[in-house]
């Protein structure tokens, strides 16, 4: 009676380390599917199903550009990424608007003020980068230009090259 007993005992026991080692495999095979670069398809439903609830939580620090979708106007991209300095002027950012504060610089050219933008100028980090293309931001310079004295056309799509 003891014997089989203790048998089943252990081998019960052996069955759930193996099921628990097995779910541990699942799931680092899960997280090596996200991690990884060009990400394999997961082999089952379950961990398909791992794989998404873990890609919520890893999907928000991706950064991609999406070429695809319709090019931004320089006001949605104004108002998306260079308002939050711009509108109430952060940092001494010249006020959107404000003739007086735009105005000496509109002298230097446009192609200056978009260099100024993409990489950066004393308290204003680069605007290039993000989720904007770099014409995009250069639509978003002749926004914000124009909206303070400037007379500068929305720059043309680059034809064929990246946009
Ligand atoms: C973090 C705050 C911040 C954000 C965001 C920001 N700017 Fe600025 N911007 C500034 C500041 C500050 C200056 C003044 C820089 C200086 O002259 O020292 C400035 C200056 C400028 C200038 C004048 C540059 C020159 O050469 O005189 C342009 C053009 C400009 N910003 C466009 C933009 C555009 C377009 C965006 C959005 C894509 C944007 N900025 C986002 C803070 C910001």
Not at 39 to 57: E, F, H, I, N, Y
Not at 81 to 95: D, T, Y
Not at 148 to 154: L, N, P, S, T
Request: charged residues 15%; glycine residues 12%; hydrophobic residues 40%.
């Amino acid at each position: 009676m003891n014997a089989p007993q203790k048998n089943a005992g252990s081998s019960s026991s052996k069955t759930f380390f193996l099921l628990a080692t097995i779910a541990g495999l699942g799931l680092s095979a899960a997280l090596v599917n996200i991690g990884g670069p060009s990400g394999s398809v997961p082999s089952t439903t379950s961990d398909l199903a791992k794989a998404q609830r873990l890609q919520k939580v890893g999907s928000v620090t991706l950064k991609t550009v999406q070429k695809d979708r319709p090019l931004a106007t320089g006001e949605e991209v104004y108002k998306a990424q260079c308002a939050a300095c711009h509108a109430a002027g952060i940092s001494g950012a010249p006020i959107f608007g404000n003739a007086d504060a735009w105005g000496p610089r509109l002298g230097q050219g446009f192609e200056a003020l978009v260099q100024s933008a993409l990489h950066g100028k004393g308290a204003m980090s680069a605007q290039s980068g993000g989720q904007f293309t770099d014409f995009e931001i250069s639509r978003a310079v002749a926004y914000v230009a124009n909206a303070g004295g400037g007379k500068f056309a929305d720059p043309q799509a680059p034809a064929a090259e990246e946009k």
